[in-house]
C-alpha cells in the first residue's frame, strides 16, 4: 500500500468519506469493517473522516456520505439534511437507508401509540413512522442489501474512485441461485421472492436453504402478479406473501395493492 | 461403429480404470417436496454413488464447459505497463459418465457456435477437447420432447454409448480411446437375440413419449407471426428471471466485464452467461433498451433456439430436454409456446392459472 494510490501511473484523489447511521442495527457499517483481508486496500482507496463504529475522530468535510439506517425521529431529519448539504454524494447504504427496513414494520399499525407502549412500556420515548432517506433528502446512489454485501460495496467504491459507472444487477436473484446450481426452494415447498428480488447478493439466503425475503427491493422488472400466482398456486396465503414482501419495505407501493387483492377475495370467498 | 456387450458386474472396474481422470456423473442431490429424486451433475470417485438410472439432472452438465461465470484473463500492472495472464480453465480431462443423448446433441450444438467455426472461442474448445463422454440411454419424461426437435438419439460428440439390457448395457464404441478403456473390461459380441433386445428398448423408448411439438415449418411461422399477440401475453407471465436460459443446455449467450481490483495493481476479466429474458441483456452503452418489453425478450429466446439457428445451421438450437419447462415457475412451456404461435392463441395451463 502506497500514500497516494494510483491507477496505471496517475495518482488518484481519495475521496472523504463519512460514514453515519441512524435508526439502525449499524450491521451494515460492520460489514465494511468486516473483510479484513481486503481493509487495507479498501482504506486506501478512501479518506474516511467519520465513521463512529471505528473512530474517535470526526469531521464534517466529506465528498461521500454513506448513510446507514431509516429516519425514525425528528432530529434525526434535521440531521440528514445537514449531511445532505455537506455531501456531495449521498449513498443510502442498506434496507434501512434505502427503503425503510425493519424498522418500517412498524409503519403498518395505524395506531402507533399503541407500538411504543407495546415496545418501550412506559417509557417515554420520540419515535415517528420509519422512513427511507429519499423521503426526506435526494439519494445519490443506493447499495441494497441486509446487510450490504462487502464485495459489492468495494467494487461500487473502486468505481467511484475511478470515475466508472456504477451499476446493479436490473435481473432478480433467480439468475443467481442457478448460477450456484441451488436446488429452487419451490422444488422444497418453500417460498421465496427470488423472482422477483434485485440481485447482486449472490443469492445468499437461497444458497443457505432459506427462501429470499426481498432484502435487497424489487429488480427493475419484477412481475408482482404472476408472483402472487404462483405463491397462491403453490399453497402459500396471503400473510404469508404479505410478510415476507412488507419485512423489509422494498415493496412497499405493491403491498398496498395486493392488501386490497387480499380483501377482495376474502369477500368473494 | 463397433457393438459390445458389457455385463453390469464389469461396470465397477470400467470405471475404475477410468478415474485416473476426473469423472464426473448424476447423482442424488436431494429430494423435492414430494419426495421425487433431483438429480444432478457431480464429481464422482465411487461408482456406488453414480446413478446411472437417472432421470433428468434439473440442471445441464454446462457448467463443466460453459461455466456461468469464468475469468477470461487477469491483468497486473507493472512497472513498464501491464501483464495480461489467460488460462483456459481445464487443469484435467474430464469424463462425463451418464449424459442421455439431449445433453450429448446440445453439445454438438454448441460445437457448431463456440469451436467448429471461424472463431472458435478457446476457453470451450479447452475444455470439449479434453472431454470424453459415456452416454446412456434414457426413458421419457413428463417434459421431454426431444424426439420432436430430433434430438432423441446421438449419431455422434460422444465416445461411448450405453443401452440397458437387463443384465447388461449394449456399448457403442465410437472412439479409440473408448475402445482402449474397454480393452480392460470382459465384453462380447452381440448376439442377434442381444440386437433384438436393443432395438426392443428402443422402441419402448419411442412408446413413452407423451408430449409432440409440431415443428413443421416453424422458422415460416415464426417469421409470419412475429407480430402475434401471444408474445406479450406470455410476456406477461414471464418472470424475466433467466431460469430458463441457466438450466438450458444449450443456451450460451453472455456478457463480458472488466474489474479493477480494490489495490488498482490488478484487474480481472470476468465472462457471465446471460439470458435474453434478462432486462439487462439488451441494453447497450447510453443506456438505450432495445428489449425493454418482457414479450419481446421472451420472442427472442425462441427467435434463436427455433428460427435464427435453424436458418444458420439447419436444425434447432433446443434439445427438447423440458429442464426449462420443469423449472419454469410462471408454466411457460416451450411446447405450448410453440402451438400458440401456431394457432394464434394462448390456451390455459393445467395448473389453472386465472
Known sequence: MSETPSYLGVPITRPKVAFFDFTACEGCQLQILNNEATLVDFLSLIEVVAFREAMTESSDDYDIALVEGSVTRADEVERLKTIRKNAKVLVALGSCACFGGVNQLKNRFDDQEWVKKEVYGDHPIETQRAQPLHEIVDVDMKIYGCPIKKEEVEKIVTNLVLGKSVKHPKYPVCMECKANDNICLYDLGEACLGPVTRAGCDAWCPGSRFGCWGCRGPADEANMDEMVNIMKERGFSYETMLDRLECFGGFAEFTSKLKDQMEQDKENG | ?354
Not at chain 2, 475404475?16 to 442424488?28: H, T, Y
Not at chain 2, 479447452?126 to 446412456?136: D, E, P, Q, S, T
Not at chain 2, 464404441?173 to 433384438?196: G, W
Request: glycine share 6%; aromatic share 12%.
Open chain 2, 1 to 354: 461403429m463397433i457393438f459390445k456387450i458389457l455385463a453390469k458386474q464389469e461396470m465397477p472396474k470400467l470405471f475404475q480404470v477410468m478415474s485416473a481422470n476426473r469423472i464426473i456423473g448424476p447423482v442424488e442431490k436431494g429430494a423435492d417436496r414430494n419426495g421425487k429424486t433431483i438429480y444432478a451433475f457431480e464429481p464422482v470417485s465411487q461408482f456406488e454413488k453414480l446413478r446411472l438410472d437417472y432421470t433428468t439432472t434439473s440442471r445441464p452438465a454446462k457448467s463443466y464447459f460453459l461455466p456461468s461465470k469464468e475469468t477470461l484473463c487477469t491483468f497486473k500492472v507493472t512497472p513498464q505497463g501491464w501483464d495480461k495472464y489467460v488460462d483456459f480453465n481445464i487443469h484435467e480431462p474430464h469424463i462425463f459418465f451418464g449424459l442421455h443423448a439431449c445433453d450429448i446433441n446440445a453439445l454438438n450444438k454448441l460445437d457448431k457456435v463456440l469451436m467448429n467455426t471461424k472463431y472458435p472461442t478457446p476457453y470451450y474448445t479447452a475444455k470439449r477437447k479434453n472431454m470424453f463422454i459415456v452416454g446412456i440411454e434414457c426413458m421419457p419424461q413428463p417434459f421431454c420432447f426431444c424426439k420432436s426437435m430430433g434430438t432423441d438419439t446421438a449419431d455422434n460428440g460422444f465416445d461411448m454409448f450405453l443401452t440397458d439390457l437387463g443384465d447388461k448395457y449394449m456399448v457403442e464404441i465410437e472412439s479409440a480411446r473408448a475402445y482402449n478403456f474397454l480393452e480392460n473390461v470382459e465384453t462380447s459380441d452381440p448376439t442377434e437375440k442381444e440386437h433384438e433386445e436393443y432395438i426392443a428398448c428402443i422402441a419402448e423408448k419411442n412408446r413413452n413419449f407423451c408430449i409432440d411439438v409440431d415443428t413443421t415449418d416453424l422458422t415460416k411461422i415464426l417469421d409470419m407471426e412475429f407480430h402475434s399477440d401471444v408474445w406479450k401475453q406470455w410476456g406477461d407471465k414471464c418472470l424475466s428471471c433467466g431460469t430458463c436460459a441457466s438450466v438450458c443446455p444449450s443456451c450460451y449467450c453472455y456478457g463480458v466485464e472488466e474489474t479493477v481490483n480494490l489495490d488498482l495493481q490488478s484487474a480481472v476479466k470476468t465472462k457471465q452467461l446471460y439470458s435474453c429474458n434478462l432486462l439487462d441483456f439488451a441494453e447497450v452503452a447510453g443506456g438505450h433498451n432495445f428489449r425493454p418489453e418482457s414479450g419481446t425478450r421472451l420472442k427472442y429466446r425462441y427467435y434463436h433456439k427455433h428460427r435464427g439457428f435453424v436458418e444458420e445451421f439447419e436444425e434447432s438450437l433446443c434439445v427438447g430436454c423440458g429442464r426449462c419447462d420443469e423449472s419454469c415457475l410462471a408454466d411457460i412451456r416451450v411446447p405450448e409456446v410453440i402451438k400458440s404461435v401456431r394457432t394464434g392463441k394462448r390456451e390455459k395451463t393445467e395448473s389453472g392459472e386465472s
